[in-house]
């Protein structure tokens, strides 16, 4: 199948600690995006990359890390400076051009 | 003035009601819009994308209107299925997506 998968689904873990979340395309797009989403709210780009090895931070990349050593992947790590990391994540994909945007399933994040 | 805003509602209609959304953006530069839908706890999936003369699949209707920077999203006959959260999104040539914070569409029997 097509597409992009996050994994986990769900994650849980104890303040302090810091965590990858996965996400691979296999849509061959160059554009990779982090979106975090509270309750009720907007999507918030945290990171985004167009291009292996370069990335570029959005509006709230603090607490945050990520590396792009392949096209098909693109891990966020919530570190434990991230002071409220429980949320929504979700990872999307945009092919060359004025594009739409494609979506994971999404990451729920529960920090104990 | 933030970049892209939606009235977040919530609407509530009738089922067999038309409703209608706008987005207004700030950037006259902006150059593709989109609509999304997301449901409660699942990911935004794209309802429609908004071209200059305007496009209908079904019945949704969307269009643009670059001279007052916004674009609208009709929804005619509303099912109680089209309940869901309707998220507006802009882009520049930056390849970043900017996105509005939604409007909630509730559709009552």
């Known amino acids: 199948d097509g597409g992009i998968t996050q994994s986990p689904k769900y994650l849980f873990r104890k303040e302090g600690q810091n965590v990858t979340l996965s996400c691979e395309q296999n849509?061959?797009?160059?554009?990779m995006y982090w979106y975090r989403q509270d309750p009720g709210q907007g999507l918030r780009l945290i990171y985004y990359?167009?291009?292996?090895?370069?990335?570029q931070k959005g509006d709230i990349a603090e607490g945050y890390s990520v590396s792009r050593e392949k096209k098909e992947s693109f891990p966020l790590t919530v570190t434990s400076a991230q002071k409220n990391p429980t949320a929504f994540y979700l990872c999307a994909t945009r092919d060359r051009g004025i594009t739409e945007a494609f979506f994971g399933q999404g990451t729920r994040l529960t920090v104990v | 003035r933030k970049e892209v805003e939606q009235d977040p509602g919530p609407f509530n209609v009738p089922e067999g009601a038309t409703v209608a959304f706008n987005c207004t953006y700030s950037n006259s530069a902006s150059q593709s819009f989109f609509w999304y839908r997301q449901d409660c706890r699942k990911e935004p999936k794209l309802l429609m994308s908004v071209y200059s003369s305007g496009n209908e699949d079904g019945r949704f209707t969307a269009q643009l209107n670059r001279a007052s920077q916004y674009i609208s999203l009709l929804i005619r006959d509303s099912k109680l299925s089209d309940s869901a959260t309707y998220l507006c999104v802009v882009a520049g040539n930056n390849r970043k997506l900017i996105w509005g914070l939604g409007t909630s569409l509730a559709v009552n029997p």
């Open positions: 849509l061959n797009h160059d554009a």
């Open positions: 990359s167009q291009i292996v090895n370069d990335f």
